[in-house]
Each structure stands twice: as C-alpha cells, then as structure tokens.
T-cell receptor, first 115, second 111 residues
Framework: GAGVSQTPSNKVTEKGKYVELRCDPI?????LYWYRQSLGQGPEFLIY????????DSGLPNDRFFAVRPEGSVSTLKIQRTERGDSAVYLC?????????????FGPGTRLTVL | DAKTTQPNSMESNEEEPVHLPCNHS???????IHWYRQLPSQGPEYVIH???SNVNNRMASLAIAEDRKSSTLILHRATLRDAAVYYC????????????FGKGTKLSVIP
C-alpha cells in the first residue's frame, strides 16, 4: 500500500515568511508524529497526534510552530515568521497506534530552506 | 533520559556479516530497544525491535545481552543497499512513543 507522503519535497522561503508543510499518513494509522532533522544530526521529536488531538507538543521549539490534524488523517505543520535557524528536513511518521511496540513509518521529508 | 552509545562509523565488505553494537547501560525493565536506519536522502526506516529476547526478522537479527545493558544489530550478509546510518533507540516505558535519535552509526559497505 501507499506509504507516508509529504509535500512539498522542497520549500525555499525568505526569512519572516509563513510556511505550511503537509503530511499524508498511512491510511488507518491513528498516531502521527513530526520530527525535524538538522544537517548531520538525528531527527528530533516535535509533536505527536493521537487521532485529531495533539497528545504531546513538548518538542515544538517555540510558539512560531503549530501543527493540526483536523480530521485525524492529514496533518499540517505551520511555521510563522520563519528564521534561518528553521532550515532543516521536516519528517512526518505514522503508526497504527501509539505505544513502544509500534513501528513508525516515515515519509521522505520536506527540506525547508530559509534564506 | 535513557541514552544509547554507538560507534560513529563502521565499515563492512559486501556479502559479509555486520555486527553493529549499542550500549544502553541505564535501560530499565519496560524499555524497548528499537533500531532504525536512514539511507541517504530518505526518512528513517524501521529495522527491528525487542525487549528481552533475541529477535529475528527478514531484515536483521537483534541480540540482546542477558543484563540488557547492550545489544547488537546483526545484518547477516551486507549489501550495498545496507549502507546507511543505523540508530539504536530506547523507547522508555510500555506506553511511550517518542523516538529519541542520537547520531547513530554510519555503516559503509565496500564492494
């Protein structure tokens, strides 16, 4: 079946602009995660959704970052007033449910470049 | 936070077995050991996970020390496609979900 998809694959924006990054999880997966990966580092957790609600947003770096999942499927990560330090690959993952025995399936990521 | 320690890099010849070590001396009884790998320009990919017993799947085997303070991911026959960064991750507690990635081990496979 189809895996996790993310759009766009690349996004270049200017400092101060607003961006939206989209994630389509695997159909039927109730858990959805966003991670951010800077060059040369492992991915860092941002936020976790169980269904429509954000169950854990402790990884969001500040209030410029926000994510939604209104119908419990597609999710959008929104970044306001982008800064150069926001440049990274943003990864989305989904799993059938949450829990430490569940594997997470990752999308290919969106590479965000803030000029 | 429970942490893992892995070598920064390893090399293997193609078609030979590879043993990737991971130390997790602060592991507690309900922590799962997960391995993911990340090929160049791709998102991470699940490899295997275990709790106490050794595990096998189509991709790899996971050998867990008796005291659970270390584990080894075994690729039985390395191929060029196995060249990737391999992450050993502890998921803390049975109800947890958050993957905390370190820097992982960069595996190079020599033809």
């Amino acid at each position: 079946g189809a895996g996790v998809s993310q759009t766009p694959s690349n996004k270049v924006t200017e400092k101060g602009k607003y961006v939206e990054l989209r994630c389509d999880p695997i159909s039927g997966h109730t858990a959805l995660y966003w991670y951010r990966q800077s060059l040369g580092q492992g991915p860092e957790f941002l936020i976790y959704f169980q269904g429509t609600g954000a169950a854990d947003d402790s990884g969001l770096p500040n209030d410029r970052f926000f994510a939604v999942r209104p119908e419990g499927s597609v999710s959008t990560l929104k970044i306001q007033r982008t800064e150069r330090g926001d440049s990274a690959v943003y990864l989305c993952a989904s799993s059938r449910t949450s829990g430490s025995y569940n594997e997470q399936f990752f999308g290919p990521g969106t590479r965000l470049t803030v000029l | 936070d429970a942490k893992t320690t892995q070598p920064n890099s390893m090399e293997s010849n193609e078609e030979e077995p590879v043993h990737l070590p991971c130390n997790h001396s602060t592991i507690s009884g309900t922590d799962y050991i997960h391995w993911y790998r990340q090929l160049p320009s791709q998102g991470p990919e699940y490899v295997i996970h275990g709790l106490t017993s050794n595990v096998n799947n189509r991709m790899a085997s996971l050998a867990i020390a008796e005291d659970r303070k270390s584990s080894t991911l075994i690729l039985h026959r390395a191929t060029l496609r196995d060249a990737a960064v391999y992450y050993c991750i502890l998921i803390i507690g049975a109800g947890s979900y958050q993957l905390t990635f370190g820097k992982g081990t960069k595996l190079s496979v020599i033809p």
